[in-house]
């Protein structure tokens, strides 16, 4: 144990009653001359005196804390934290403020920057000349000492803050794990790092196992087939699996932290896959705007060739690929070819449509590896049908909606492998490989 610097004092400036949903606190506000910021206590209950109090160090993080960013899992920490004190009837949550592991909110947003172009929360720390973490634990371990608690379990996944509590003179009889209820796209790879990096006792599970992937993101490490695309079914449904309030007619279903996951999928695929009918209800450009990262490749499955020349994805693609019947010309593929598109013409199948075995074979000579195949309803029913989709990411918005289905009509039976399951903002995030999946 080492001593406290001594130069170092706190003063309990003021308390007051702080009643909340989860139930009634005092929140006590210390000042200190070490760094001259304002430090909070949040207390629960008769603690001083006590033993095996129940105890939450929280740094302060405006941007998760305040604006619910999902970089980070701390404003959901903070709030749980507070949900279990409450529960237990007596406990302390403190709140000290080292905005960013310690190097203030400049430099963390800084090294949100950094992030975004690929470093780790790590890395991006030391690149600004910061530790990785620059955190004291000092003031916490006097308010601790303030508020005259004997011994404390404490809600953490992080070795060092034991580590340094205790050897500040704060008895630490018992760990309690802080886990995260939502896994998100964006949070996944700080987390990731804090286990690979900073030693926190963290279990994401199937991190280690790529098929039982921690987000729908881990699917993209599945191994492409040797003479097709991956395909990747992705769609969004209500409660009672409607797809659209009516055939033919766009319908927002999904919030907007899983249209940035759609969006981020698609980065990471070579080719998007709709068919005419989408193209003619939803105009839609099928390109990456909620995320960073390259446009995939459009494919049509447009069997007469209707594709409207002054189609939006025109303004953004240079060179879609439009899929469609072998065995007799339309008038408008010139006009769609000089308009910049890919004719690909490939035999039909028993219905009357484009092959979609030969379809997929002709996108994987024009380099196309992973394929998202985004819709329409008739389109994920073809691929359904055939078996030729590998997985599926399925978002379920909680809600009934009624209207048109995604899966009219009979159907082979078709289940998840080890499926996996996430809440992102008001929905449910369903995805796993697919049982009988030809690779």
Not at 83 to 112: M, N, P, S, V
Not at 208 to 233: C, G, H, K
Not at 411 to 417: E, G, N
Request: aromatic share 4%.
């Amino acid at each position: 144990m080492m001593d406290i610097d001594k130069s170092i004092q706190i003063e309990r400036a003021t308390c007051a009653r702080i009643p909340t949903d989860v139930g009634q606190f005092q929140l006590c506000l210390y000042t200190s001359n070490h760094d001259n910021k304002e430090h909070l206590a949040v207390v629960m209950g008769d603690v001083r005196g006590q033993e095996k109090v129940l105890v939450r160090v929280h740094s302060e993080c405006f941007t998760g804390d305040v604006l619910g960013s999902r970089r980070c899992d701390c404003g959901e920490q903070l709030q749980r934290a507070l949900e279990r004190i409450a529960t237990e009837g007596q406990g302390i949550l403190l709140y000290l403020r080292q905005e960013g592991r310690g190097i203030g909110l400049a430099q963390k947003l800084r090294a949100y920057n950094l992030q975004d172009d690929g470093f780790d929360t790590v890395d991006a720390n030391l690149a600004l000349g910061h530790e990785a973490d620059e955190r004291d634990y000092t003031i916490g371990a006097l308010i601790l000492k303030d508020l005259g608690v004997t011994s404390i379990r404490l809600i953490t996944n992080n070795p060092v803050k034991i580590e340094r509590l205790t050897e500040l003179g704060i008895q630490v009889v018992d760990r309690l794990p802080s886990v995260p209820t939502q896994l998100t796209a964006d949070s996944y790879a700080y987390l990731e790092t804090k286990v690979a990096r900073m030693r926190h006792l963290l279990n994401l599970q199937g991190l280690s196992d790529p098929a039982a992937a921690s987000t729908p993101l881990e699917l993209l490490t599945t191994r492409p087939p040797l003479d097709r695309p991956l395909v990747t079914l992705t769609y969004a449904q209500s409660l009672d699996g409607a797809i659209a309030s009516q055939r033919g007619r766009p319908t927002s279903i999904s919030g907007r932290e899983t249209m940035e996951l759609t969006h981020q999928l698609r980065a990471a695929h070579d080719g998007i896959l709709v068919g005419i009918e989408t193209v003619l209800s939803d105009n839609p450009r099928l390109n990456v705007r909620l995320a960073k990262g390259d446009n995939p490749t459009p494919v049509i499955l447009d069997s007469r060739l209707r594709t409207p020349t002054n189609a939006r994805l025109f303004d953004v693609h240079e060179r879609p690929i439009i899929v469609t019947q072998a065995d007799h010309a339309r008038p408008n593929r010139q006009a769609l070819e000089s308009r910049g598109a890919q004719v690909v013409p490939v035999n039909c199948d028993d219905h009357g449509r484009p092959s979609l075995p030969l379809a997929l074979r002709s996108l994987y000579q024009v380099g196309i590896r992973r394929l998202m195949v985004e819709g329409g309803a008739k389109v994920i029913q073809s691929f359904l049908r055939h078996r030729l989709a590998d997985q599926a990411i399925v978002t379920v918005a909680l809600r009934f909606m009624g209207g048109y289905h995604v899966m009219n009509g009979a159907q082979p039976v078709i289940a998840f492998d080890r499926p996996r399951q996430m809440q992102l903002g008001d929905d449910l995030v369903l995805w796993g490989r697919l049982k009988g999946a030809p690779n």
